[in-house]
């Protein structure tokens, strides 16, 4: 990839969810460093609704899980990878389990996401049917990662999410559980095509775009 001019300057807004944007601080750093006249904004992504900032286009970049196949957008390469917990109440029955598998997720009443998330991204974390094809139930609506968190203490719903959570979020009354066959979730930065908004197609936007 061709390199940005070292005069690059100006604001990024960059969106992400939670620790990940921890995950990739060496990335900012290394940008920061590079550009030192340049500044990047933190904003939170919400991950019941983690397309509505970039689509609005509050944010520049947003670090989400993949995968993205959504007109308009345009994905980078992965970032890093994320391992698979299940996240219950410490009253769960497998609360005590060393792991779960993906088949257990049809005994579970899961989270509904209250945002229009597209079927095949919030298959990511809870698909609608185990690998056997039995249904995987859906239960009490939320809209925000503490509707999800308050969800599942109260033993409500069951919910899965990344290794990093458990570093995070580590509430008493939670439990996280490895899924020992969920594949690694994968992470990138996702940015709007700059031809359908030629605002964002900045200096600082492809030199952060292109930082190793």
């Known amino acids: 990839m061709s390199a940005a001019p070292r005069g690059t300057s100006g604001t990024l807004t960059l969106g992400a ?21 340049a500044r990047i904004r933190h904003r939170d ?3 019941i609704d983690p397309l509505s900032l970039l689509r609005s286009g509050e944010i520049d970049l947003g670090l989400l899980w993949l995968p993205i196949r959504e007109p308009g957008l345009t994905v ?3 970032t890093h990878t994320s391992a698979l917990m299940l996240m219950v109440a410490d009253t769960h029955p497998f609360a005590g389990r060393e792991s779960v598998c993906l088949e257990d997720f049809g005994d579970c009443t899961f989270i509904s996401p209250k945002s229009a998330v597209p079927a095949y991204v919030e298959e990511v974390f809870q698909p609608s049917h185990t690998p056997a094809g039995r249904p995987i139930r859906r239960g009490p609506q939320i809209a925000s990662w503490h509707d999800q ?4 203490t109260s033993g ?9 959570a458990a570093r995070f979020y580590p509430w008493p009354n939670l439990v996280y559980v490895p899924v020992r066959d969920a594949p690694p979730c994968r ?8 031809s359908l908004c030629p605002a964002h197609n900045t200096p600082t936007l492809t030199a952060l775009r292109n930082t190793p």
């Open 187 to 194: 992470w990138a930065l996702v940015w709007r095509i700059a």
């Open 149 to 152: 968190l308050t969800a599942v």
């Open 156 to 164: 409500q719903a069951v919910a899965a999410t990344v290794a990093e």
């Open 76 to 78: 980078g390469p992965v």
């Open 17 to 37: 969810m939670g620790p990940q944007a921890w995950m990739i601080q060496k990335v900012v750093d290394l940008f920061q460093t590079r550009y030192p006249a």
């Open 45 to 47: 992504i919400n991950p």
